[in-house]
């Protein structure tokens, strides 16, 4: 089992190694790694998991803002390859490997840099050197690896300048430890010899706000003598060379070496100070946290990627070739400074300048292969190239446990992977070539038996299926591509595509015959003894999905689409996820209603999984695959009598009967009698209306329409048009009288009919539905009642028949508002005024802000800002928008 990793994982993965996402539970995080949270809920998750990172970080609000905004920038780089990457037979530690290499190190690189540049992000810390990275004691003869804790330590220790054992000892007397120092000691050795990582409430402990540490090591210049000379004094001290100081400060070598001579300028003098006193500051006990929770975070996935990648190896060993996480630490700081070096050549001119000269200095091998995705030119899409490369990386059988360079070590890996680009590349140019030719004359259909046994290579014939099989004059290719594949295939990898392909055609390209149940049967149960099998058997779970739904059985289909759906969870399947999400969204809610509580994990997994573009809701997704299920999904095998959405059925026989009897006048009780059985019943589609609201929905829409268009539609057809609907109504008001029991179906958002008729000012349904004991205290979805939506619409009569009837004013929605607030936000005085006689007591409820109604009148009078996002919403709700002399009318009432 093993998937391309989501980037909510690494998310997480960061979250914990910087201590910062304690509050989650394990049922929680696994839930965020896997994306099977509420959407809501996975977006305050989010959020909160990047506040904390950001937190423990010690970032400003403007870093902050920089960091959620880069976040986002890699999620969706992220998702795009994601979306178009199968991960096959690789192993786990291979999809990471290149999922680091690939996206993730080359990313992080180049996000540091622009950090840097905005805001440095590490003063104080050694400029020269990537102090927060693994790395040698020395350029010229390594002995050791150096981790990232170590090197904060021997900045601290410098900085401070005494032993380790004073420095515990001062530790341990400040915090006021009632054992001695030898722990604090014993922790500083050992995190600094990388015997140990330190566990985040360590650092928190030995460096907390109560220590006092004296610094005799840093640079803290008076104004008794030149500062430059106090300096010079300084790095003699510390004994630093120029060359050791170029590690230290943002100064080249070349430049250091004027300056320590003495051939310096005034201007170069007071920089040389200023970068001394910046990098030789003394920390806060704060500061000291938030770098060694850095280094930390850091070590310990240094740590965890040496045992994925090399568990033989010494985590301390320094030879790139044996512990290859080492080479994303190079291909890291290769990156970062050739970003940083793009930025100084070329910052002038701007960014696309900079990519330009970033590009322009990458070797072949790296430009057409590892960085394919860092170009300039893919910074909106993915090439095909670079997913086509990695899923064919990943589909290699029997490589799962070799790790290819992806830098190189020498300049035989150079040569060596230029040599393999070049070969790949060429093959696959040819690959693709003769594969055309061949689809050329095969939909030429010349001799095209022929020409498939001419070929050779399983490959070949097997790419000719990316034209659709029906899309070929000759009916009977496919089939002669299906038996040429038989021939060929050796492997059980090569089986399985052909069964898939044979599987394709049968269920979704071609009409079903009379053989076509038998020949799907036959190919489902060679696909279960295939030794392939594991692999794609989400695959095979979705044909065998159609397969039941050809047979009826829609239940035993939505099981196996569920299935495949989890599978998907062990292996990657690009967008596979939403697509079977797409048909069992489709299959749940055919021939009933849409229950969204229980089908938002569809809906999550198509939005999420490349099955959804744009900002879609949950409510029209659902209407248009009502359709896409009985319009393409829905075929059954000759055998068996079609099913049809019974819905579309029930609608159409009631209305031809109803509207026969409006438009003839005739008593409509013979056409209730025929069609008792919509009396009390939702009708099974996935608005789930009844027939009563499906016909008010229907009316008001059309006479909203008509009055909206009256200008355009000539007057006898508006008059038409208008007398049809208002006879509708009447009639519907009707049924109400004769089918009481109709009056407090809910659709699938809870709607009632009697709020429909008090959103549409149509006081007299209003009236016929409370007269047939319609439930006026009845919420819908968003926590609104009919009283709101008489508020919203400004129906003052409504209104005062729902309070009649003794409706629950003190009724809030979510956001605590009562429909007094409505009547305020709409700057309706009349019902305003019939609120507070009827219900004096809604004066003093508060909303969910705590702002009274009295508040929020005077707020929208007296706050520009507030009437005009009043306005703004009202005009998007498709409100009438009253003016601010209005609504200082309203504030008089108070």
Known sequence: MATFPTFESVLLQIAKSLGANGQMNSKSKTKFKYVDMEMDNLSTTWERIL???????????????????????????????????????????????????????????????????????????????????????????????????????????????????????????????????????????????????????????????????QFGGCFEPNEKSSQFKQALTFIEKKGLSAEALQHEIDIDLKRLKRILSGERSTIEQHEFVQKLRVRYQAPSPKLIRIRLRIARAIQVGYEQLVKLFNPQVDELCFDINENKTLQLVELYKYIYNLTFEAHIQKRSLGHNEENKYFEEQLPSFLMCDLLQLFTSANDYHIPWSATDRINEIFSRSGEEDILDNIFPTSEYESKKMRKLIKEEGDYSNDYLMRRDVLIDKLKQNKAPFKQLQNIDDFELVYGARIIQVNQYSNPNIGDMIVERLKFLEATPTESMKRILFELETHLLLKKFGSKTEEEVTALLDEAKNCDDFEFSKANILRYEALHYIAQHKLKEAEKNLNLAIDECKKYSFGKFRGLLARDAFALAIANQKLIPNNHEKYFRDMYYWGGLKGEPNIYDVSRELHEYFWEKLYQCYPNYQPLFASCSS??????????????????IDLVLKKHKALKKKQLKYP?????????????????????????????????????????????????????????NITDFKYQTPLMFAANNKDYQTVKALLKANADPNRQDFRGRTALHAAAASRCCKSASLLLEHGCDAAITNPEGSTALHTAIRMGERAIIELLIEKRPELLKIEDS??????????????????????????????????????????????
Not at 179 to 206: A, G, M
Not at 650 to 667: L, Q, V
Request: hydrophobic content about 40%; some cysteine; glycine content about 2%.
């Open 51 to 213: 506040t904390d990172i950001a937190d423990a970080l010690g970032l400003d609000e403007g870093a902050k803002k920089d960091l959620i905004s880069n976040v986002a920038d890699d999620y969706l780089l992220h998702k795009r390859v994601e979306l178009e990457v199968y991960s096959s037979k690789a192993s786990q530690r291979k999809i990471v490997w290149h999922y680091l290499a690939r996206i993730i190190i080359p990313a992080l690189a180049r996000h540091t840099v622009f950090w840097q540049i905005e805001s440095k992000m590490d003063k104080g810390m050694p400029s020269g050197r990537f102090w927060y990275l693994p790395a040698v004691d020395s350029p010229i003869e390594p002995t050791q690896l150096l981790l990232p804790v170590p090197q904060v330590l021997n900045w601290l220790i410098d900085l401070i300048q005494n032993t380790k054992t004073s420095i515990a000892n001062n530790l341990n007397n400040d915090l006021d430890r009632v054992d001695k120092y030898e722990k604090v000691l014993r922790n500083l050795y050992n995190w600094q010899k990388s015997k140990s990582t330190p566990e985040i409430s360590s650092i928190e402990k030995t460096f907390s706000d109560e220590v006092n540490i």
């Open 849 to 894: 802000k705590g702002i009274l109604p009295e508040q929020l009148a005077r707020k929208i009078v007296t706050e520009p800002l507030i009437y005009e996002s009043l306005k703004q919403f009202l005009i998007s709700e498709d409100r009438i928008v009253v003016s601010l002399d209005t609504y200082k009318k309203v504030l008089e009432v108070f």
């Open 650 to 667: 029930d609608m159409e026989k009631f209305s031809r009967d109803f509207a026969e009897c409006i438009k003839n006048g005739r008593s």
């Open 687 to 743: 608005q789930a209306d009844s027939i009563i609201l499906l016909m008010m929905k229907m009316s008001y829409e059309l006479l909203r329409k008509l009055n909206y268009n009256k200008q355009m539609v000539p007057t006898d057809i508006a008059n038409e048009i208008s007398d049809a609907c208002n006879g509708m109504i009447q009639g519907i008001r009707k049924v109400i009288e004769l089918w009481p029991e109709i009056v």
